[in-house]
DNA sequence: CACCGAATGATACTTTGTGTCAATAATGCG
DNA sequence: CGCATTATTGACACAAAGTATCATTCGGTG
């Protein structure tokens, strides 16, 4: 039911878990898809790929669609490309600490993810707890369970350090259950 | 780290763990917050609290503020209310299979959903599988994790039937994480 | 009852995303 | 290569969902 592999119980340590694949990789498995390939779509790819951490549709909508050298991109465009990317596996969707939808370049199978309420960055994983308790759920209201949305949130060292630095305290940010 | 208790893994089969406070107890609770009673509070109120299952803030402004009987609400009050309910307990926010937020009156501690996707009814639980897995990630990561998402998707048993009857098949729907 | 500040709600606005459709460009074919 | 076909684009309008402002109203206290 978890799409993500229960199997591998390890973290990667690093916000990126594994080198992000090139955009000739994507832009052939888009094609494999029966996609074409478009000055537009290439832009938003190289656009994509270069970002470390999560990225929200309306970021790359300003970072495209305005005055940038040759031709801005509508955001319309900007919205179809990324739903595209996200289902052939090169984005992942979820959904930040505020609620609010982003992508980040992800590898299949890397569902769920650990997100820094100060930085944004993001450690996927894989580890899957849910699947246990969707054997519960399932045998206790017989329901049939489709899926699931999990997301944790924290403070990524770095930004622990930088409010103790601050004089901030790390505290502050997320309150969900 | 889980706000919900660990403890507790069973589940209650009704899409209703407990019987909902009495607008009387909230209005309390409201006090006791430092917050006032109103008019349009206790319309918003007893809306809410007469609602079996999830509702979005936009349904309720739909409901309360067009031209029912006595005073429309205003659609600001309606979103301040709700969040002044959430703040005290009285609702759960939650996230749909849709990625839309959603309220429903839960009682404390309940902080997990079973949703279905058909008709909406939401099975509200305690266990929390996440809690061992946020002691891995904090172990790997060094991450100070403060919270976390969870919502499991489905179809109930009624709409697994509905389907059936239907000739619809009850796969249709959620793919989430 | 009068006061004070919280609460209201009309309005405008922002953000985020979707639908439409004529113009355009990418591929396949000859 | 040149052409036809068809996916794609992007400008625009629109919709959904929520926030900010602020003069007015109302609840609760003294």
Redesign the interface.
């Known amino acids: 039911m978890?799409?993500?592999s229960i199997m591998d119980?390890?973290?990667d340590?690093t916000p990126i878990a594994t080198p992000p694949p090139t955009a000739d990789e994507v832009l052939i498995t888009l094609v494999r898809h029966g996609h074409r390939v478009t000055g537009p779509r290439r832009a938003v790819l190289d656009a994509v790929l270069a970002k470390p951490r999560p990225f929200t549709a309306e970021q790359l909508v300003a970072e495209l669609g305005d005055s940038r050298a040759g031709a801005p991109i509508g955001r319309a465009t900007v919205y179809r490309t990324l739903e595209i990317l996200a289902s052939v596996d090169v984005l992942s969707r979820l959904?930040g600490?505020d609620?609010h939808?982003s992508y980040v370049v992800g590898t299949p199978g890397h569902?769920?993810h650990?997100l820094?309420?100060g930085c944004g960055a993001a450690?996927s994983?894989t580890?899957c707890?849910?699947d246990?308790?969707?054997q519960?759920?399932t045998r206790?209201?017989?329901?049939?369970?489709?899926?699931?949305?999990?997301?944790?949130?924290?403070?990524?060292?770095t930004c622990?350090d930088d409010a103790t630095t601050d004089g901030i305290g790390?505290?502050r940010?997320?309150?969900?259950?």
């Open positions: 978890c799409y993500a119980t390890r973290l340590p959904i600490a609620g939808p569902r769920h650990l820094c309420s450690v994983f580890a707890p849910v246990e308790l969707v519960t759920l206790d209201t017989d329901f049939a369970i489709h899926g699931h949305l999990l997301e944790v949130f924290g403070v990524c060292p622990q790390a505290g940010g997320v309150a969900v259950g």
